[in-house]
């Protein structure tokens, strides 16, 4: 599964954007789409993942009232729509897949495959 993400950027405090993650080769299996990121300094953390029917998804509990994923499987695009940005959400963002085998599998993604990661700066 090749993965190439976009809409990262620079943006205020309480701004918002939407990143983008285009899936090609192997989505004709059931995968996995998710989101994580990696600040400067910092090890790379789990945001969010939404299972291979869209049906199930989830946030972690730190940005959930602030971040939202969805996926559109016609365009084999997974979205993190992220809303009131913080400067401490500054990092590089990747998005990530697998093969799912469990409906669970979204609360506690790996990532398998890997794309190139976007950049996203919060400051004013």
């Known amino acids: 599964v090749q993965l190439q993400a976009s809409g990262g950027g620079s943006v205020q405090p309480g701004g918002s954007l939407k990143l983008s993650c285009v899936a090609s080769g192997g989505t004709d299996s059931r995968i996995l789409l998710g989101w994580f990121r990696q600040a400067p300094g910092k090890e790379r953390e789990f945001l969010a993942a939404v299972g291979w029917t869209g049906e199930t998804s989830h946030v972690v509990d730190s940005v959930k009232a602030r971040f939202a994923i969805s996926r559109d499987n016609a365009k084999n695009t997974v979205y993190l729509q992220m809303n009131s940005l913080k400067p401490e959400d500054t990092a590089v963002y990747y998005c990530?897949?697998?093969?799912?085998?469990?409906?669970?599998?979204?609360?506690?993604?790996?990532?398998?495959?890997w794309g190139q990661g976007t950049l996203v700066t919060v400051s004013s």
């Open positions: 990530a897949a697998e093969v799912q085998t469990s409906r669970a599998q979204v609360v506690r993604m790996r990532g398998a495959y």
